[in-house]
């Protein structure tokens, strides 16, 4: 295990790395470089960190892990910086939203046998150290990208680190991890702050689009507050990947187009029929080992509903996973998600509800 951690960038991720880390493993000495002493001294302050003012990273000598927590063309510069600070034994890491830059820059400076690439996909609009969490990374997988030049018993050792911090690791390729986030999170942005720029750009004068605009319209367009540089970053260094997924999108948006053009009635259902289908089963998790044993229950929206349902399954000794509220008013009751930890609790939780006359899908 880790005796010694350092951490550059104590913003939203990294300081949710920091607090996560603080909470399972409280002897393992964090020290951290951040450009905002603000950020130092709130740290600081809760324990997280065990400097109390801005330090050089030449006192990142001696860590076994040094954790590159900015956006990621400062963790690409960042390694040069490093590299003669740092002893043979220390294993460096990122949590950089796009990894076969970050990964080719290891390559080239020399430290591929140090570097383990890392990205908890875990996040929000919100930004800065005030707004991390020692639970931002519970049950969230975290992407782990090893070149192979990494001993084998350091990659597994890093991987229990992650799990012991309570996310979930998963190995993938830089290529494979930069093309999969490209589609579910860099796309899904750029759609994001398109949809707003719509709205905002074509709007009557009574701001009307933007007076109603709510539901539905405020969900998918939330992440469209999160740190523009930060998307700038992405943008510039997953260009590739961006460009060719952004091309697999118009093409789908042109048949929705040619659809409602045509007034293809079968065609328009089938396009949202195969959306819901696939939409539904996101849970699933097909291409990879690990499964997600959940399920949906109708509640009436009135005050400490969640606290009910969770003492009827705490009394039946029901470990709940995760519980979660669908943000959605489109239906008449609100509704809850609930995640187990196997089959077998959720069927009991399932029958256990259904006995206290809710309703479950």
């Given at each position: 295990?880790?005796?010694?951690?350092?951490?550059?960038?104590?913003?939203?991720?990294?300081?949710?790395?920091?607090?996560?880390?603080?909470?399972?493993?409280?002897?393992?000495?964090?020290?951290?470089?951040?450009?905002?002493?603000?950020?130092?001294?709130?740290?600081?302050?809760?324990?997280?960190?065990?400097?109390?003012?801005?330090?050089?990273?030449?006192?990142?000598?001696?860590?076994?892990?040094?954790?590159?927590?900015?956006?990621?063309?400062?963790?690409?510069?960042?390694?040069?910086?490093?590299?003669?600070?740092?002893?043979?034994?220390?294993?460096?890491?990122?949590?950089?939203?796009?990894?076969?830059?970050?990964?080719?820059?290891?390559?080239?400076?020399?430290?591929?046998?140090?570097?383990?690439?890392?990205?908890?996909?875990?996040?929000?609009?919100?930004?800065?150290?005030?707004?991390?969490?020692?639970?931002?990374?519970?049950?969230?997988?975290?992407?782990?990208?090893?070149?192979?030049?990494?001993?084998?018993?350091?990659?597994?050792?890093?991987?229990?680190?992650?799990?012991?911090?309570?996310?979930?690791?998963?190995?993938?390729?830089?290529?494979?991890?930069?093309?999969?986030?490209?589609?579910?999170?860099?796309?899904?942005?750029?759609?994001?702050?398109?949809?707003?720029?719509?709205?905002?750009?074509?709007?009557?004068?009574?701001?009307?689009?933007?007076?109603?605009?709510?539901?539905?319209?405020?969900?998918?367009?939330?992440?469209?507050?999160?740190?523009?540089?930060?998307?700038?970053?992405?943008?510039?260094?997953?260009?590739?990947?961006?460009?060719?997924?952004?091309?697999?999108?118009?093409?789908?948006?042109?048949?929705?187009?040619?659809?409602?053009?045509?007034?293809?009635?079968?065609?328009?259902?089938?396009?949202?029929?195969?959306?819901?289908?696939?939409?539904?089963?996101?849970?699933?998790?097909?291409?990879f080992a690990v499964k997600i044993y959940d399920f949906y229950l109708d509640v009436p929206d009135e005050t400490g509903i969640i606290a009910k349902v969770a003492t009827i399954l705490a009394d039946n000794n029901l470990n709940i996973r995760n519980i979660g509220i669908i943000n959605n008013r489109?239906?008449?009751?609100?509704?809850?998600?609930?995640?187990?930890?196997?089959?077998?609790?959720?069927?009991?939780?399932?029958?256990?509800?259904?006995?206290?006359?809710?309703?479950?899908?």
């Amino acid at each position: 295990m880790y005796e010694k951690i350092g951490i550059i960038g104590l913003g939203l991720i990294g300081g949710s790395v920091a607090r996560s880390i603080h909470k399972r493993y409280p002897d393992i000495d964090i020290i951290a470089v951040d450009s905002d002493s603000s950020n130092i001294d709130v740290a600081y302050t809760d324990g997280v960190i065990s400097n109390d003012v801005s330090v050089s990273l030449e006192m990142l000598n001696g860590c076994d892990l040094i954790m590159l927590c900015a956006p990621v063309k400062t963790n690409v510069a960042l390694l040069s910086d490093i590299k003669p600070i740092i002893n043979d034994d220390c294993l460096i890491t990122d949590v950089s939203s796009v990894k076969a830059v970050i990964e080719q820059a290891v390559s080239d400076i020399g430290l591929s046998s140090q570097f383990i690439g890392g990205h908890p996909m875990a996040g929000s609009e919100k930004t800065g150290y005030i707004n991390s969490t020692d639970t931002l990374l519970e049950n969230a997988y975290y992407l782990i990208t090893n070149n192979g030049a990494v001993d084998s018993d350091k990659v597994k050792d890093f991987e229990d680190f992650i799990a012991g911090i309570g996310a979930i690791p998963l190995e993938m390729t830089p290529s494979q991890h930069d093309y999969v986030t490209g589609g579910i999170s860099h796309i899904p942005h750029i759609i994001s702050a398109g949809l707003v720029n719509f709205v905002m750009n074509n709007d009557d004068d009574k701001h009307s689009m933007k007076t109603v605009a709510a539901g539905g319209f405020k969900d998918i367009t939330r992440i469209s507050s999160s740190y523009p540089v930060m998307w700038q970053n992405i943008c510039l260094t997953n260009k590739d990947k961006i460009l060719e997924l952004l091309t697999c999108y118009c093409n789908e948006l042109d048949k929705f187009r040619k659809a409602i053009e045509a007034e293809d009635s079968e065609a328009i259902v089938k396009l949202f029929s195969d959306a819901k289908e696939y939409r539904d089963s996101l849970n699933i998790n097909e291409g990879f080992a690990v499964k997600i044993y959940d399920f949906y229950l109708d509640v009436p929206d009135e005050t400490g509903i969640i606290a009910k349902v969770a003492t009827i399954l705490a009394d039946n000794n029901l470990n709940i996973r995760n519980i979660g509220i669908i943000n959605n008013r489109e239906y008449r009751d609100g509704a809850l998600r609930i995640e187990m930890y196997d089959d077998k609790s959720r069927a009991k939780a399932i029958n256990v509800l259904k006995a206290n006359n809710y309703t479950v899908y």
